[in-house]
């Protein structure tokens, strides 16, 4: 049971470059997200899926793209990067979006955005 | 709307002394209240949760109590060790939707 997994690890990127970056979870669980986490900011959320077919603005969306590929898979993709991108995207799932489940946290993906 | 604040760092310590990270939240209605724990290089992790008023959540000797009349979830360990060393983020879920809140993170050293 390797829990919520995340590629790459590491990441670098020109401006205007675009990559997506992969989460998958082998916990049967309903809902992802997307966090960023940039220094004295804390988390941020950028998108989430409750479920399967659903996906959902977080706090930060602008610039990124998600795609719930299917229960175990969600992806989120910088179509055109920015410096301001650069940051450090976890990935996260739960059992139930019912607001009352903890959340599991990928290693995370380390991007630099030049 | 909701959210999380907590104390912030960075937080230095000597071996064996009492920790206290302050987290208060804003929230309507009854929000499950979480603190996380992130170690060098790695994810977040679970380190302990209260779902409702007055509940106490415990792991690892870390304890936070859940008081609702002062919308507080402080994380209290009576004797930290070196292997204790992390940033630690408090966190709330409303019982209403999806999304978690986090708060901006507590970064502790632990001073042999």
């Known amino acids: 049971n390797a829990g919520v997994t995340q590629t790459p690890k590491f990441q670098v990127l020109k401006t205007g470059q675009s990559m997506t970056l992969q989460c998958a979870q082998d916990m049967n669980h309903n809902s992802m997200y997307w966090y960023r986490q940039d220094p004295g900011m804390g988390l941020r959320l950028i998108y989430y899926?409750?479920?399967?077919?659903?996906?959902d603005k977080g706090e930060v969306p602008n610039g990124y793209n998600v795609s719930r590929l299917n229960k175990r898979e969600f992806s989120l993709r910088l179509e055109s990067a920015a410096p301001s991108q650069t940051s450090v995207y976890f990935c996260?799932?739960?059992?139930?979006?019912?607001?009352?489940?903890?959340?599991?946290f990928g290693p995370g993906t380390r991007l630099l955005v030049l | 709307g909701d959210s999380v604040t907590q104390m912030e760092g960075p937080v230095t310590l000597s071996e064996e002394a009492f920790l206290t990270i302050n987290c208060t939240y804003t929230a309507t209605g009854y929000p499950s209240l979480f603190w996380y724990v992130q170690y060098p290089g790695e994810g977040l992790q679970l380190l302990l949760k209260?779902?409702?008023?007055?509940d106490k959540g415990s792991n690892k000797g870390f304890e936070a109590t859940y008081r609702k009349e002062t919308t507080s979830f402080h994380l209290e360990k009576g004797s930290v060790q070196v292997s204790d060393s992390a940033v630690y983020f408090c966190a709330l879920t409303p019982n209403t939707g999806n999304q978690f809140y986090f708060g901006t993170g507590t970064s502790l050293t632990v001073i042999p």
């Open positions: 899926s409750a479920s399967e077919g659903t996906t």
């Open positions: 209260a779902t409702k008023a007055d």
């Open positions: 996260a799932s739960s059992v139930q979006g019912i607001g009352k489940e903890t959340q599991y």
